[in-house]
């Protein structure tokens, strides 16, 4: 059973920058993706990595998600951070289907909270 780990959320001020980190244990991950959440609001697609890239509009060019396989960790570098992108951002484990729906993702880990300040 693959456990997520997320880390690397905080306080940033509009135009900063945070790297998240997600580190699996329990088994090898390859085709993972990152969801955020405001408060009452859906769970949003952000990225996803397994043989290529995708991003949501809203974050393409300003977001970066990446893998280290040796650390079995997923990251996601955010640079020029907005209020809008603060929200609880989730990093998940793809099972089926389309990517950009929560309900493709098998497992989730905890969460980190980012909060950009204007």
């Known amino acids: 059973q693959v456990q997520l780990v997320e880390s690397g959320g905080g306080l940033v001020q509009a135009g900063g920058s945070l790297r998240l980190s997600c580190t699996a244990s329990?088994?090898?991950?390859?085709?993972m993706g990152w969801f955020r959440q405001a408060p009452g609001k859906e769970r949003e697609f952000v990225a996803y990595i397994g043989s290529t890239t995708y991003y949501a509009g809203s974050v393409k060019g300003r977001f970066t998600i990446s893998r280290d396989s040796a650390r079995n960790t997923v990251y996601l570098q955010m640079n020029t951070l907005k209020p809008e992108d603060t929200a609880r951002y989730y990093c998940?484990?793809?099972?089926?289907?389309?990517?950009?729906?929560?309900?493709?993702?098998?497992?989730w880990g905890q969460g980190t909270q980012v909060t950009v300040s204007s």
């Open positions: 998940g484990l793809y099972s089926h289907d389309h990517y950009s729906q929560p309900s493709s993702y098998s497992n």
């Open positions: 329990g088994r090898t991950i390859y085709q």
